[in-house]
């Protein structure tokens, strides 16, 4: 699959990602704190699926803010995301004066994906990602019907896999007494995201502006784990990393707006959050088509019409956000 085009115009997308990510901002903040139990002159720390700069920028203003005045170490900061995002426009916007945290801040960036190791190991003192660790490292298997079920017991193995193999990586990066927290979506019943992405599909087929088999050359690229499976992937480092939080909340369905420029504005930041994360994946379906683009700007048309209808009917949200917060302890 592409990556090129997943995170092009993040920055622009991600209002809602923020938010998301601020609803854990007490646990975030608990997590750093420890860190100074772990005494260095250079504190390490790296934000896994920095995009383009914007969020993680906000982000660590305010966490490593929340720590420069109980210690006079300095801070090593990696941020971390695919060789393929727009680095300009993160150099960018991490040296402007806005996002600028203190002189005893280094940042440095590495292009690599972070289902690999990509920093020496029992370096690091803390490691953070926030709505990242859910993409795939590995393809699902390629559905067979229009209506087929992404949440299968096939599909949850390569999910458990998945995670499973990035707490191993950041726990060999991590020195003992090194924090991990992350922030991703779990699995309530339903993915809402994915049911977008197959209702856009199965519409467009309808159409008869795909095939069918274009529909199901659509592999969503993301699996949620529901919180007896996080479970089962954090028994497997029992007595290697220490649990603080496997927090869950809730975020609400999103109730009616009665201004109308206010609802056009939601539905709007929603849509093209969703577009953005997905165009690659569009790009990928559509390769072959002389009208690639055309039908590009189609899906995207018709995946506002089905977010508009799903928040008119009180249908959207209502999901999980699961934080986990670890420490290496052995």
Not at 40 to 55: P, R
Not at 67 to 90: G, H, K, Q, R, V
Not at 289 to 312: C, G, H, Q, S, Y
Request: glycine share 4%.
């Amino acid at each position: 699959m592409s990556v090129e085009n997943r995170m092009k115009n993040y920055n622009q997308n991600s209002s809602y990602q923020l938010h998301l990510a601020k609803l854990s901002t007490d646990l975030i903040l608990q997590a750093i704190s420890r860190v100074l139990n772990t005494p260095s002159q250079t504190y390490v720390l790296a934000d896994y699926g920095c995009s383009e700069g914007l969020n993680s920028s906000i982000l660590f203003k305010e966490i490593i803010g929340h720590i420069e005045n109980l210690t006079e170490s300095n801070f090593l900061l990696f941020f971390n995301d695919l060789p393929f995002i727009n680095w300009a426009n993160f150099f960018k916007v991490i040296s402007s004066q806005e996002a600028f945290i203190s002189k005893r801040v280094f940042s440095s960036a590495i292009g690599k994906s972070f289902g690999e190791q990509i920093l020496p190991s029992n370096t690091l003192h803390f490691g953070f990602s926030s709505l990242a660790f859910h993409w795939l490292s590995e393809p699902v298997p390629k559905y067979t019907r229009l209506e087929f079920n992404h949440y299968n017991e096939e599909n949850a193995q390569i999910g458990i896999r998945h995670y499973t193999r990035l707490l191993e990586l950041r726990y060999q990066e991590l020195v003992i007494g090194g924090q991990l927290i992350f922030i991703t979506l779990t699995f309530l019943g339903e993915d809402a995201i994915y049911e977008f992405q197959k209702e856009l599909f199965n519409q467009l087929h309808k159409k008869g502006l795909i095939t069918e088999e274009e529909a199901l050359n659509f592999k969503y690229p993301i699996y949620l784990l529901t919180s007896e499976q996080w479970d089962k992937v954090l028994e497997t480092f029992a007595g290697r990393f220490k649990i603080h939080e496997k927090n869950i909340r809730i975020i609400p369905k999103i109730s009616l707006i009665s201004d109308e420029s206010q609802l056009k504005g939601m539905l709007e930041t929603l849509s093209n959050a969703f577009f953005c994360m997905f165009k690659d994946c569009y790009e990928s379906v559509f390769q072959n088509r002389e009208n690639k683009e055309e039908i590009i700007d189609i899906a995207k048309e018709n995946l506002k019409e089905i977010v508009a209808e799903k928040v008119m009917k009180q249908e959207f949200g209502e999901g999980n956000t699961i934080c986990i917060a670890l420490e290496k302890i052995s």
